[in-house]
């Protein structure tokens, strides 16, 4: 038997004009709270991000994260070298999507426009979390995937803040 959701695309495929009529003319008190919701969605610094961030300082504080990484002598080169370069494609990317592409250009919907790099960005993505995580194993063990991830969110979140 279908899923709800499917039936639910199926009512949005075969909606009449006058139900479709009926959904422009709202009145003003549901475009006022339509209009409230999205302001209370799109708010940039919520709880999540400034816990993320939070946490990811904290992190960084109390591993000792910058100079473990520069100056530790079990941290397998060959993979920390691989993972940076490809964790600077993920930024450079990100970069060129927020900063050209949406500030510059005034493009949102980059997906579209571009439709390869969210594609090359997460696979590059994967590929360097894998690479840093078998780097830094020797260093922090079992730990070492919960702190990259940390550090990940902390630096999604204040990415997030910027665009």
């Known amino acids: 038997m279908a ?5 639910v695309n199926v009512r ?3 909606k009449t004009n006058e139900e479709e009529e009926e959904d422009k003319t709202a009145g003003p008190e549901e475009e006022e709270e339509e209009e409230e919701e999205k302001l209370k969605s799109s708010s940039r ?5 400034v816990f993320w961030i939070l946490a990811s300082i904290a992190l ?3 591993v000792d994260f910058f100079s473990v990484v520069l ?5 397998h080169s060959w993979w920390f070298s691989v993972g940076l370069v490809l ?4 930024l450079s990317l990100a970069a060129f999507c927020i900063v050209y592409l949406e500030w510059f250009r005034g493009i949102k ?5 571009y439709p390869a790099v969210p594609a090359v960005t997460t ?7 894998c690479s840093l995580n078998m780097a830094l194993w020797p260093v922090w063990s079992f730990f070492t995937p919960v702190i990259l991830f940390t550090q990940f969110m902390g630096v999604v979140m204040l990415i997030s803040l910027l665009g």
């Open 3 to 7: 899923e709800f959701s499917e039936f």
């Open 60 to 62: 960084t504080y109390y």
């Open 109 to 113: 919907h980059y997906e579209q426009e």
């Open 71 to 75: 100056k530790h002598s079990d941290i």
């Open 87 to 90: 964790l600077g494609l993920c």
């Open 123 to 129: 696979a590059a993505f994967i590929a360097a979390s």
């Open 45 to 49: 610094i919520n709880r999540h991000s």
């Open 12 to 14: 949005r495929r075969f």
